[in-house]
């Protein structure tokens, strides 16, 4: 009897190994496939990635040139209107200054004019108080007369360069208080920019009131301006 049972043992071992062979090469090949499959599917990931990244950094590249080309706009319109507002400044100041020489040459004619027809007056006068000298006889009295008579009239620039002396006196009495130029420190484009808020007289920087002190507020960022009031009352 046990000679019997040990083929059967043998064949059961041998139908278990190969069982276990079939299975083993079975799961080796289900292994396989599912390696190729995720090699599969990696390289289907990785390539949308890798356009992907691609796309960001050709966007990213876009974008830092149109930004640069954006930059480089507005610094170059900057530049421009800087020397344009530094232009206008410039004319500004060229057309102030002529303004004054035009006022100081007009108040130097009118000061010749007014010497010019004191001069006449003067020499008018003068004659008058020598009329006896004429009912002389003698000729040579009356020929006296005429030299002195033409050379009274020879005293005329005398009477021209003292008035010339005066226009600084004259330019002083009609002070236009409208011009806030004329305060040290306030230039043509702060003068403009205090007319517009509501400054339109030294005396409003002189002795401001409650509301101009809130409109001079406005203007305390500007150089000298703890001194607007004193220069303005100097010039008062």
Same mark, same amino acid.
């Given at each position: ?8 043992? @043998? ?21 396989? @496939? ?12 990785q390539e949308p990635v890798r356009k992907l990244l691609k796309e960001v950094d050709e966007l990213r590249e876009r974008e830092m040139k149109r930004f640069n080309e954006e930059f480089e706009r507005r610094l170059n319109e900057f530049h421009e209107l800087q020397d344009s507002i530094l232009? +206008? ?75 010339? +002396? ?29 007319? @517009? ?40």
């Amino acid at each position: 009897m046990a000679k019997k049972a040990k083929p059967s043992v @043998d064949k059961i071992v041998k139908k278990v190994n190969k069982e276990f062979e079939k299975t083993s090469s079975q799961i080796e090949g289900l292994v396989n @496939d599912a390696l190729k499959q995720f090699d599969s599917l990696q390289n289907q990931i990785q390539e949308p990635v890798r356009k992907l990244l691609k796309e960001v950094d050709e966007l990213r590249e876009r974008e830092m040139k149109r930004f640069n080309e954006e930059f480089e706009r507005r610094l170059n319109e900057f530049h421009e209107l800087q020397d344009s507002i530094l232009e +206008r400044l410039g004319v500004a100041s060229k057309e102030v200054k002529e303004d004054v020489k035009k006022q100081a040459e007009k108040a130097g004619s009118q000061a010749s004019a007014a010497a010019q027809k004191a001069a006449p007056k003067a020499a008018q006068k003068a004659p008058a108080k020598k009329a006896p000298a004429k009912k002389a006889p003698a000729k040579s009295a009356t020929k006296a007369a005429k030299p002195a008579a033409k050379k009274a009239p020879a005293k005329k620039p005398a009477a021209k360069k003292a008035p010339a +002396r005066k226009p600084a006196a004259k330019a002083a009495k009609p002070l236009d208080k409208s011009d806030l130029t004329l305060v040290k420190g306030i230039g043509p484009a702060t003068a403009k920019k205090m007319k @517009d808020a509501g400054i339109t007289s030294i005396e409003q920087i002189a002795n401001p009131s409650a509301a101009d002190q809130e409109k001079l507020k406005a203007f305390s960022s500007v150089k000298g301006f703890d001194q607007f009031s004193t220069e303005a009352k100097k010039i008062l």
